[in-house]
């Protein structure tokens, strides 16, 4: 069955530092990898994806993530942390194109100014 | 990307009574998903919406409890029947094209059951 973990139930930055939130992805198959992110009384919001090709991708708002085969990761990065960037992340993975995602449990993302 | 509408916002309901939730997508999608999150946690799939036919619902939910239409591409509804104050949380639609497309989601009801 597929399924994602992120270790890390918070993260705490210095506004301006470099930003890391955590997720590997359990083995089977080539996968589709999602990260969302949800502000307070809201629903979740896109940020990037990986399908295939570059390992390194862009997402918005500065994100980018990079998908690690081997170590079946694709953990999410920002070089300079804002304040603005305080909510919950979600990563999620998919296995097929007409099949369902499964997200992991999410980490509380917290720049401090 | 689509934008999801969903409504109520928010509903503080009585046991015993039933709410219907209304998911409207401005563009034709192919999928159509319920989810229900506790505030600061994760998604657990309730069921996906098939237009024109039966949803189909995950390990867990059934039917009777959270009946489901989806009449066209673009709109679909979850009811939470015979409510009790563990039915409380916050229900979301989600949708997206096929292939290997992102999901977008709406805003969320939260449900408060007394």
């Known amino acids: 069955a597929q399924s994602v973990a992120q270790p890390e139930d918070q993260v705490n930055v210095a506004e301006g530092n470099p930003l890391t939130v955590k997720c590997t992805y359990s083995?089977?198959?080539?996968?589709?990898l999602f990260w969302y992110v949800q502000y307070p009384n809201r629903g979740l919001q896109f940020l990037l994806k990986?399908?295939?090709?570059?390992?390194l991708v862009k997402g918005s708002y500065g994100f980018e993530a990079e998908f690690n085969k081997s170590q079946t990761s694709f953990h999410l990065k920002k070089p300079s942390a804002l304040v603005s960037d305080s909510a919950l992340y979600f990563c999620?993975?998919?296995?097929?194109?007409?099949?369902?995602?499964?997200f992991g449990d999410g980490t509380t993302l917290t720049v401090k100014p | 990307s689509a934008v999801i509408s969903q409504k109520p916002s928010r509903d503080i309901c009585q046991r015993g009574t039933s709410l219907t939730i209304q998911c409207q997508v401005d563009?034709?999608?192919?999928?159509m998903f319920w989810y229900r999150q506790q505030p600061g946690q994760s998604l657990t799939l309730i069921a996906t919406?098939?237009?024109?036919?039966?949803?189909?619902?995950e390990s867990g939910f059934v039917i009777d409890k959270f009946p489901i239409s989806r009449p066209n591409l673009t709109f679909s509804t979850l009811t939470v029947s015979n409510m009790s104050p563990e039915d409380s949380s916050i229900y979301l639609c989600?949708?997206?094209?096929?292939?290997?497309?992102?999901?977008?989601f709406g805003q969320g009801t939260r449900l408060t059951v007394v």
């Open positions: 999620a993975v998919r296995y097929t194109n007409a099949g369902k995602s499964t």
């Open positions: 083995v089977s198959g080539n996968p589709y």
């Open positions: 990986y399908i295939t090709g570059d390992n």
């Open positions: 563009s034709q999608v192919t999928m």
């Open positions: 919406a098939n237009q024109g036919s039966e949803a189909t619902y």
């Open positions: 989600s949708s997206r094209t096929g292939g290997n497309t992102e999901a977008f």
